[in-house]
C-alpha cells in the first residue's frame, strides 16, 4: 500500500526591524539588492517565491499534497497561532508522512520560526523547535513507522536538527530535519527567493537528489539530516550545474558509509556520526553533518 503523506508550506510574517532587540535574520543578498520599499510585516521579498517554488515541487513532482499553505505577510491571516493550528491539524490527520516547511526569519539562540504579534508592530511571536516537536510527540492517531520532515530555510535553523535530535533520543519517533545553515550562522535571501531553496529543489529534480536521500532515511533508524545549504547553495551556483550538487548532496550523507570514522561519538542512548565533505567543500567553509539516532524498542 502507497504511503500517504500531507504538508504544510510557512512564510515568516516578521519583520526585520527588530533583529537587534530580539536576534531575528535571515541575511538579504542576491549583489546586495535592496528590498522593495514599502513592505508590510514580513520584509523577506524571497518568502513567497520559496512557497510558491516549493508548491510546485510538492504537488507536481511528488505527488504530495499541500494541506495548509501561509503566504501572506498580513497578521490576520499568517500569525503564530494560526500556524501552530495548520500544524496540528496535519499531524492529527494520520498520513505517514508530514512535511513542514519554513521560509523566512530565525530567532537567535533556538531557530524559533518568527511572525508578527497580530495588531502589533515590531513585536515578533515565535514557534519553538520543542513546541512543534511536542505536538508530534501527542498527535492522534499515532503509529509505528509515521515520519515527520522539516525543512527550514532560515538562519540558526542547525537548531532544528538539535532539538530533532534530542527528541530522536528521547522517544526513538521518526523526524528528518533538512536545515539551511547551523546553529550560529544565517541563511541567505535573496529578491527571487532563498539560495539554500532555489539549490535544495533544483539539486532534487537530478538522478541522486536531496529529496532521494531524505527518503532513504527509514524505519527501522530514526534519522536526522542536516546539510549546510546556505553556504554551500551560494558555492553550487557560482559552480554550476546540478552534477556539482550531487556530489555536494551525497557527501552529505557520506556517513552511510562504513569508511566514514571522522567525528564518530560514542553515547549512552546510542552512536551518531558527523562527516566533513571533501577539501573543495571545506575551503569554502561549507560542511554537512549527518546524524543518526537509533529507534528505541516499541
Given at each position: 500500500?502507497?504511503?500517504?503523506?500531507?504538508?504544510?508550506?510557512?512564510?515568516?510574517?516578521?519583520?526585520?526591524?527588530?533583529?537587534?532587540?530580539?536576534?531575528?535574520s535571515r541575511r538579504i543578498g542576491g549583489g546586495g539588492a535592496?528590498?522593495?520599499?514599502?513592505?508590510?510585516?514580513?520584509?523577506?521579498s524571497g518568502t513567497i517565491s520559496d512557497v510558491?517554488?516549493?508548491?510546485?515541487?510538492?504537488?507536481?513532482?511528488?505527488?504530495?499534497?499541500?494541506?495548509?499553505?501561509?503566504?501572506?505577510?498580513?497578521t490576520a491571516s499568517t500569525n503564530r497561532a494560526l500556524v501552530m493550528t495548520a500544524i496540528r491539524a496535519a499531524f492529527d490527520k494520520g498520513c505517514d508522512d508530514?512535511?513542514?516547511?519554513?521560509?523566512?526569519?530565525?530567532?537567535?539562540?533556538?531557530?524559533?520560526?518568527?511572525?508578527?504579534?497580530?495588531?502589533?508592530?515590531?513585536?515578533?511571536?515565535?514557534?519553538?523547535?520543542?513546541?512543534?516537536l511536542g505536538a508530534w510527540r501527542g498527535r492522534a492517531s499515532k503509529r509505528a513507522g509515521?515520519?515527520?520532515?522539516i525543512i527550514s530555510d532560515?538562519?540558526?535553523?542547525?537548531?532544528?536538527?538539535?532539538?530533532?535530535?534530542?527528541?530522536?533520543?528521547?522517544?526513538?519517533?521518526?523526524?528528518?530535519?533538512?536545515?539551511?545553515?547551523?546553529?550560529?550562522?544565517?541563511?541567505?535571501?535573496?529578491?527571487?527567493?532563498?539560495v539554500f531553496t532555489k539549490i535544495f529543489v533544483k539539486m532534487s529534480h537530478g538522478p541522486v537528489s536531496n529529496w532521494m536521500l531524505l527518503n532513504r532515511l527509514?524505519?527501522?533508524?530514526?534519522?536526522?539530516a542536516f546539510l549546510a545549504g546556505g553556504v554551500a547553495g551560494a558555492f553550487l551556483a557560482k559552480?554550476?550545474?546540478?552534477?556539482?550538487?550531487?556530489?555536494?548532496?551525497?557527501?552529505?550523507?557520506?556517513?552511510?558509509t562504513p569508511t566514514c570514522t571522522e567525528g564518530a561519538v560514542e553515547r549512552s542512548t546510542g552512536r551518531w556520526f558527523s562527516t566533513v565533505g571533501p577539501s573543495y567543500m571545506t575551503t569554502t567553509n561549507s560542511w554537512s553533518w549527518l546524524w543518526l539516532v537509533p529507534e528505541r524498542p516499541s
Amino acid at each position: 500500500m502507497a504511503r500517504t503523506a500531507t504538508s504544510v508550506l510557512i512564510a515568516s510574517s516578521a519583520a526585520d526591524g527588530s533583529a537587534g532587540q530580539q536576534g531575528i535574520s535571515r541575511r538579504i543578498g542576491g549583489g546586495g539588492a535592496a528590498q522593495p520599499p514599502n513592505t508590510k510585516a514580513g520584509n523577506l521579498s524571497g518568502t513567497i517565491s520559496d512557497v510558491a517554488l516549493m508548491y510546485r515541487f510538492l504537488t507536481q513532482k511528488l505527488g504530495v499534497p499541500v494541506q495548509k499553505m501561509f503566504a501572506d505577510v498580513d497578521t490576520a491571516s499568517t500569525n503564530r497561532a494560526l500556524v501552530m493550528t495548520a500544524i496540528r491539524a496535519a499531524f492529527d490527520k494520520g498520513c505517514d508522512d508530514v512535511l513542514l516547511y519554513y521560509s523566512g526569519h530565525g530567532k537567535q539562540g533556538d531557530g524559533a520560526w518568527c511572525f508578527e504579534a497580530p495588531g502589533s508592530v515590531g513585536i515578533n511571536e515565535f514557534v519553538t523547535p520543542q513546541e512543534v516537536l511536542g505536538a508530534w510527540r501527542g498527535r492522534a492517531s499515532k503509529r509505528a513507522g509515521q515520519k515527520l520532515i522539516i525543512i527550514s530555510d532560515s538562519c540558526h535553523s542547525g537548531w532544528w536538527v538539535e532539538a530533532a535530535v534530542a527528541e530522536g533520543q528521547q522517544t526513538g519517533e521518526l523526524i528528518i530535519v533538512q536545515a539551511a545553515c547551523g546553529v550560529s550562522e544565517q541563511s541567505e535571501d535573496t529578491p527571487d527567493g532563498g539560495v539554500f531553496t532555489k539549490i535544495f529543489v533544483k539539486m532534487s529534480h537530478g538522478p541522486v537528489s536531496n529529496w532521494m536521500l531524505l527518503n532513504r532515511l527509514t524505519h527501522p533508524v530514526s534519522a536526522v539530516a542536516f546539510l549546510a545549504g546556505g553556504v554551500a547553495g551560494a558555492f553550487l551556483a557560482k559552480a554550476g550545474g546540478v552534477a556539482g550538487g550531487v556530489a555536494l548532496v551525497w557527501s552529505a550523507f557520506a556517513a552511510f558509509t562504513p569508511t566514514c570514522t571522522e567525528g564518530a561519538v560514542e553515547r549512552s542512548t546510542g552512536r551518531w556520526f558527523s562527516t566533513v565533505g571533501p577539501s573543495y567543500m571545506t575551503t569554502t567553509n561549507s560542511w554537512s553533518w549527518l546524524w543518526l539516532v537509533p529507534e528505541r524498542p516499541s
